[in-house]
């Protein structure tokens, strides 16, 4: 489908600021942007100056909006403090004038990332409403955001048949909020419960073949949706059925919003190069943020597997196709996001915001079905995890027989020739959800992109280190020792302003990644025993 585009900046050749810098000098130290320098002297000299007095929280936070990202306490106080500050009886209030005007009460509440969820219910039907408002220091342009979710979620129930949540109203009140229009959206409650990684590992064949395919034609009904560019939708003044294409809004650059100086301003895409770069981009920055307590070895294994993931892309991914195609998506169709029955038929997909349009190359099913979400591999019983995509493989080419949208998906992800389905599996996957998460990079590097690039005997620390002692790298080694200072120098400066809170939760991760890293070692090396005992499994 043709829509009408809203566009914003002119287009940027691919890895401009990354591969584009390099060739140009300018991945020097003195070349790096603002925000990964150390603070200027003057500075200093404020700072001991300040602690002379006392230092008033108003300018802890000035200092930490130029020079470094907010802790996750002083997110959580600014996030409780905007729950804390909504009407609860104005809650009610709203959702009652859009009822009927029914009395009603807040029955539950449920906090999400981005927004707050209160459930009501209404004394004369029993009937349940959710009233969900987006947590405003969480996102950058909270009424973009639920306007393109509504559009997003109306457009989609009147073009397919997946079942999600009904939009009853939304809008913007005065009252939820003192001295403020605080955006809402009234959505219908459907009963069920949501799929986890735990119970899915646990399934029975039975219960996994339902959720395929329901799941199959979820994406069936995606597929068809096709577009002219990447971006998120909007309403069209003119017609509502077709819908305006915005800048491409991603839950990613809203969750770091205020982090980065240099972070580009959303746009619309209208090829694959220019959306594969945005992520790139943005990918880069990610990574360089400062952080407590800082590890240079992680520091090294993040700037190696982002250089090593920006040679691999233009291997995998047709950045000059002519005429791309691109079909809207879900941002997060992680297990939670999926409302299930006790047979594990699909009730509802949940949690459309910051959905839109994306390159079809990039449009693969989720991270626990293809085999590279981190979760999985804790789960040492169970359905095993190399087995469940070729399950969903096996009946998505059995139902291609009987429904032309099965056998477009086949051809799309390559399933009807192996060796261009290898590529999928291995290649095309693990990328977009590197894009969606960048927090996920070492994690997914690892476990599905290193050993394709460096085989199966390959010991990671030996090529790392290998890596940083090259000439042609010594840019990167530079750039992971200057980060290192500023991670220090951002760890001084939150003991400094009383902010430094020992992360037990930080630790906790650092062990998870310790134990990924050898469950990964050990299943690498199960893999290599596999295929010498049965080389024509792997052929």
Known sequence: MDVIVRTSRTAVPLFLGLRARESAGLD????LPSTLLSTPASQDKEDDAAT???????????????????????????????????????????ASKHCGGGACSIIDENQGSFNICFFVRFESNEKTWVLRIPIVPMV????????????????????????????????????????????????????GRQLDIDTWMHTTESQRKNLYIDLINVFGQLRKLEFSAAGSLMPNPIDEANPILGPFLSITDNGVE?????????????????????????????????????????????????????????????LKEPSPSFVLAHPDLRCGNILIDDDFHILAIIDWEFSGTIPLQLFTPPPWIMGH????????????RRDIFPEFRTL????????????????????????????????????????????????????????????????????????????????????????????????????????????????????????????????????????????????
């Open 28 to 31: 020097s130290p003195d070349n």
């Open 52 to 94: 002379d007095g006392q230092v008033s929280s108003a300018q802890i936070e000035q200092e930490a909006s130029i020079f470094f990202p907010l802790t996750e306490e002083q997110v959580e106080a600014k996030n409780s403090a905007f729950i804390d500050s909504i009407d609860k009886d104005a809650v009610c209030h709203v």
């Open 140 to 191: 950058r342009d909270t009424w973009g955001k639920l306007l393109s979710e509504v559009t997003t979620m109306r457009y989609i129930e009147s073009n397919t048949t997946i079942r999600i949540p009904r939009v009853h109203a939304y809008g913007e009140d005065d009252t939820l909020v003192k001295g403020a229009s605080t955006p809402f959206m009234i959505m219908e409650f459907i009963p």
């Open 258 to 318: 205020g982090s980065f100086a240099t972070l580009a301003t959303p746009r619309v895409f209208i090829s694959t190069a220019q959306f594969a770069d945005y992520h790139c981009n943005f990918l880069s920055e990610t990574i360089q943020q400062p952080v407590q307590e800082p590890s240079f070895n992680q520091t090294k294994i993040e700037q190696f597997a982002l250089d090593s993931l920006l040679k691999e892309i233009p291997k995998c991914i047709d």
């Open 373 to 384: 979400d981190p979760a999985t591999l804790l789960f040492c019983t169970g359905v095993p």
């Open 396 to 539: 998505l080419m059995e139902m291609r027989n009987s429904s032309s949208a099965c056998t477009q998906l086949c051809q799309d992800w390559g399933l009807q020739d192996e060796a261009v389905q290898h590529q999928f599996v291995q290649k095309v996957s693990p990328i977009m959800e590197i894009f969606r998460h960048p927090s996920k990079l070492q994690n997914i590097y690892q476990m599905s992109i290193f050993e394709r690039v460096y085989g199966s005997k390959a010991c990671r620390e030996t090529v790392v280190n290998d890596f940083f002692e090259k000439d042609e790298n010594q840019a990167l080694a530079q750039r992971a020792e200057l980060q290192m200072r500023n991670s220090e120098r951002y760890t001084e400066y939150l003991v400094k302003h009383g902010l430094f809170v020992e992360d037990h939760r930080a630790q906790k991760i650092r062990e998870l990644i310790e134990m990924t890293n050898k469950t990964l070692e050990q299943v690498r090396l199960s893999s290599q025993a596999r295929r010498a005992q049965d080389p024509d499994l792997y052929s």
